[in-house]
């Protein structure tokens, strides 16, 4: 995680929500106002956003502590508290629902790969996530994928070279298209060719593709062709997969499954803050 990223994101962040000022909070407390509140998991699975809580709150001034009470990539049961946080009432509550927003998501992403690895375990294949993430919030996306278990695809359209379909035609051919970016590229960019029929696939095998992706191909399908590849080309299914297709094509022999649905379409795991103020305090509201 690159924490001056992250810390620039969170300013982003803030200021769409604060605006001006936080009308609520300054009207109502005085920046003296002390209080604590914690953060607790109201359903469980794995945590994961440490990172996005200390800096997140610390950009608040040296005002505000933070005591964390678990790590990323912990199994956390529901009701755990896993931070605790005191300062200035208007900074905690400005602070707040940014952060819950986030580790919510993260958490969520981080469980759902969790689940989806524990799904597959022994067949020896790896999960890995894709590009269809939160625009603005790939990188904590993607680190969630890795907290949950997974592997990252590329992180974006720079750090390597995918030819889809839409490349192909637009090019001519596949052979055209590998022959035209090999020229260019430097020994460490990987180049990965999608494929959906047999004839795709010798072609990019012909080619010199580093990685073919049996795109929107049924696991019947993978087992029949994958024989073809050479041992030194590694090979990914995607295109449709769900946990419940998901053993089927982690049986094929590929290498890697890409998941689409771990970042687009994952539920956010339900965390909340429970506020006290000042010493003794027991009971708290749910906020």
């Not at 982690?250 to 994952?266: C, D, F, R």
Request: net charge negative; hydrophobic share 35%; proline share 2%.
């Amino acid at each position: 995680m690159n924490k001056m990223k992250l810390k620039s994101m969170l300013e982003t962040f803030y200021r769409e929500d604060l605006g001006d000022g936080d009308l609520s909070s300054e009207i109502l407390f005085r920046k003296s106002d002390q209080g604590s509140f914690s953060l607790f998991m109201k359903e469980q699975g794995i945590f994961c956003g440490r990172d996005v809580i200390e800096i997140g709150f610390s950009l608040f001034g040296p005002t505000v502590d933070i005591e964390m009470f678990v790590e990323d990539g912990e199994w956390v049961e529901a009701g755990r508290s896993i931070a605790e946080i005191r300062g200035p009432m208007g900074d905690l509550l400005q602070g707040e629902r940014v952060i819950l927003n986030l580790i919510q998501r993260m958490s969520g992403i981080a469980t759902e790969t969790y689940r989806a690895v524990e799904h597959v375990r022994g067949t020896g294949v790896r999960l890995c996530d894709t590009r269809k993430t939160t625009p603005g919030l790939r990188m904590l996306e993607k680190y969630a994928v890795r907290t949950g278990g997974g592997f990252n695809h590329r992180n974006g359209l720079y750090d390597a070279v995918m030819l889809k379909d839409n490349h192909i035609s637009f090019t001519g051919s596949i052979t055209q298209a590998v022959k035209q970016v090999k020229k260019q590229i430097g020994h460490m960019v990987k180049v990965e060719v999608e494929i959906e029929t047999k004839e795709q696939l010798l072609e990019a095998i012909e080619a010199g593709a580093d990685v073919i992706m049996f795109d929107n191909c049924t696991p019947s399908t993978i087992k029949e062709w994958i024989p073809l590849v050479p041992s030194h080309i590694v090979t990914e299914a995607s295109g449709g997969i769900t946990r419940e297709s998901l053993h089927a094509y982690a049986e094929t022999g590929v290498h890697y499954i890409s998941l689409g649905y771990l970042t687009h379409s994952v539920k956010s795991l339900d965390i909340s803050a429970r506020v006290g103020i000042g010493k003794g305090y027991e009971h708290g509201v749910t906020r």
